[in-house]
């Protein structure tokens, strides 16, 4: 099952959520940054051992996270690719993004996890094929998964939350 919100994703009452994340892992400007400083140092902390271990997570992948101080159980981080210009392989790193995001709470049996807009902000992701990839990816993966109960796409702007209503609804 597919929802859609309007919202800010640090206040979802999920299993997990998901950190559109820099490959340090130490937090950063938009989703990345709200999502460190509501949830405290418990998450900074956490990402910084798997950084000490693997050395940051490489675009396309993903780590798990406790949630600290939000309303979530688990943050599940995952980095998506910066836009340049469509010829970098950019759209199976985003469709990477989020299978490696499902499969990490398919893991750690997470029933409801919500996703921001991953890779459409300071990465510059056309919008419209970050919807489409996203909502196609977690269609096929929820179609052959029996752990993921509910998917929420968290908007936090009236843009990203209209082109996912369509992409949804189409």
Same mark, same amino acid.
């Given at each position: 099952?597919?929802?859609?919100?309007?919202?800010?994703? /640090?206040?979802?009452? &999920?299993?997990?959520?998901? %950190?559109?994340?820099?490959? $340090? !892992? #130490?937090?950063?400007?938009?989703?990345?940054?709200?999502?460190?400083?509501?949830?405290?140092?418990?998450?900074?902390?956490?990402?910084?051992?798997?950084?000490?271990?693997?050395?940051?997570?490489?675009?396309?992948?993903?780590?798990?996270?406790?949630?600290?101080?939000?309303?979530?159980?688990?943050?599940?981080? /995952?980095?998506?690719? &910066?836009?340049?210009?469509? %010829?970098?392989?950019?759209? $199976? !790193? #985003?469709?990477?993004?989020?299978?490696?995001?499902?499969?990490?709470?398919?893991?750690?049996?997470?029933?409801?996890?919500?996703?921001?807009?991953?890779?459409?902000?300071?990465?510059?992701?056309?919008?419209?094929?970050?919807?489409?990839?996203?909502?196609?990816?977690?269609?096929?993966?929820?179609?052959?998964?029996?752990?993921?109960?509910?998917?929420?796409?968290?908007?936090?702007?009236?843009?990203?939350?209209?082109?996912?209503?369509?992409?949804?609804?189409?």
């Amino acid at each position: 099952m597919i929802e859609l919100q309007r919202g800010d994703i /640090t206040k979802m009452e &999920v299993d997990a959520i998901v %950190n559109a994340a820099n490959s $340090s !892992l #130490l937090g950063g400007g938009g989703v990345d940054g709200a999502i460190h400083r509501a949830g405290g140092k418990a998450i900074l902390d956490e990402c910084m051992a798997i950084r000490n271990r693997q050395g940051g997570c490489p675009t396309g992948e993903a780590v798990i996270t406790t949630g600290g101080n939000l309303p979530a159980r688990y943050v599940i981080h /995952t980095v998506g690719p &910066v836009w340049n210009g469509g %010829n970098k392989n950019e759209e $199976s !790193l #985003l469709a990477s993004a989020y299978q490696n995001s499902l499969k990490l709470a398919t893991a750690n049996q997470i029933k409801t996890i919500a996703f921001p807009n991953i890779s459409t902000g300071i990465y510059h992701f056309p919008k419209q094929k970050a919807a489409e990839i996203a909502v196609k990816t977690v269609k096929d993966f929820l179609a052959a998964s029996d752990v993921v109960e509910k998917v929420i796409f968290v908007c936090y702007d009236e843009e990203n939350f209209k082109i996912y209503e369509r992409v949804i609804g189409g």
